[in-house]
């Protein structure tokens, strides 16, 4: 008797492989590709099959020789229809493989587990073969979702998947969705970031990782462009100017997805969308949350997100500089005062830096504890 989820369409020769008692040696033979007679859609799946229900050597056989079958193979078993189990493995097998996911998002059996597979490990060139099939986009939103946070899939094809969710009314889980939804809705037109403050010590390093990038180059920095001019290349421009050509929902996606030096820029982008996508980024660190909480530049927005962030609001510090930072809502600085050690609350209630309402919360708050004492 087969075993358990053994798909019942293979022929009594694959049928043995897969029974509960099955010879090991054979079970091991078929983990390698050899199964006498089988057709290669029977070979595929039987393999696929031991990849998740041999013992440990067969299992991790079967998975070698599942990523390494012969063209021929390959290009015979994909005419047929094949399993859903069997179409996820071999997802996750030849998730890099453009030709052969071109195959798999035609099969009948194609679902969200292999999906999710695929988006996950997409390269852009495969990224762009998945997003095209808007009729698995629709009925799979989750693969919009993956596609949209790996970082290899080309920025136009995130906004397009983006766009395709707004106008269909799925709503995503993603951190930013709202603003970057907003966004398209809207056609928002680029605006230019606000200034840089120099001054700020906080956003300098972006200055400098741009300066050591040019200065250790060998490679010539401009090129000329189809008018003839002389032209600084992309790659050698400032962060910020790099940033500044950006539309909307790329910076809301470069926010949520970059590196630390984009989001502490892009935290302060002058378009609320962008900066709240950079504040509720699931890449932000809390060295960088705590960076930003001390930020004079950021809205008062960014900082009612962060202060709403319980994970980041355990810090300590984190804590004490949204109290302190005066762009901070007093509903949300009320709430964090009760938290701060009373040294900190006495420094406080004397500084120049603290809001008057600030300040007579502090004090109203040392009042209560020298009455509990």
């Known amino acids: 008797m087969p075993g358990p989820d053994v798909p019942i369409d293979l022929p009594p020769a694959a049928q043995k492989v897969l029974a509960p008692d099955a010879p090991a040696p054979l079970r091991m033979m078929a983990a390698r590709g050899i199964l006498p007679g089988a057709k290669p859609a029977d070979l595929v799946t039987v393999v696929a099959w031991l990849t998740e229900h041999g013992d440990d050597a067969v299992s991790a056989q079967a998975r070698q020789t599942l990523g390494k079958f012969p063209a021929s193979v390959m290009d015979a078993a994909l005419t047929q229809p094949l399993s859903e189990q069997t179409v996820t493995c071999l997802a996750s097998s030849y998730a890099e493989n453009a030709e052969i996911v071109e195959r798999l998002l035609r099969q009948p059996n194609m679902s969200q587990p292999g999906l999710t597979v695929l988006a996950e490990k997409a390269s852009e060139r495969v990224g762009e073969l998945i997003a095209t099939n808007e009729e698995l986009m629709l009925k799979f939103p989750v693969t919009i979702e993956k596609l949209y946070m790996n970082k290899s899939v080309r920025m136009s094809t995130a906004d397009r998947l983006i766009e395709l969710a707004v106008r269909n009314g799925i709503e995503l889980a993603i951190p930013a969705f ?143 500089n949204l109290v302190t930072n005066p762009r901070t809502p007093f509903t949300f600085v009320a709430r964090l005062i009760p938290h701060l050690r009373e040294a900190d609350l006495k420094s406080l209630s004397k500084s120049k830096n603290v809001t008057g309402s600030v300040a007579s919360a502090i004090k109203q708050q040392l009042g209560r504890k020298s009455q509990s004492h």
């Not at 970057?180 to 990782?209: G, K, M, W, Y």
């Open 178 to 320: 709202k603003e970057a939804a907003l966004a398209i809705r809207e056609e928002l037109v680029v605006e230019p970031s606000e200034e840089r403050n120099l001054d700020d010590e906080l956003f300098l390093e972006t200055e400098q990782v741009a300066k050591i990038a040019v200065a250790d180059s060998d490679e010539d920095t401009h090129a000329v462009d189809e008018e003839g001019e002389e032209q600084l290349r992309e790659k050698f421009l400032p962060l910020h100017a790099r940033i500044a050509q950006m539309t909307i929902t790329q910076k809301i996606r470069r926010a949520m997805l970059g590196t630390s030096a984009e989001r502490l820029l892009l935290v302060r982008d002058t378009n609320r969308l962008v900066s709240s996508a950079a504040i509720k980024s699931p890449m932000l660190k809390e060295n960088e949350a705590a960076m930003i909480s001390a930020s004079r530049s950021v809205s008062d927005e960014v900082l009612r997100i962060l202060a709403n962030n319980r994970e980041f609001t355990r810090n300590y510090q984190i804590k004490l």
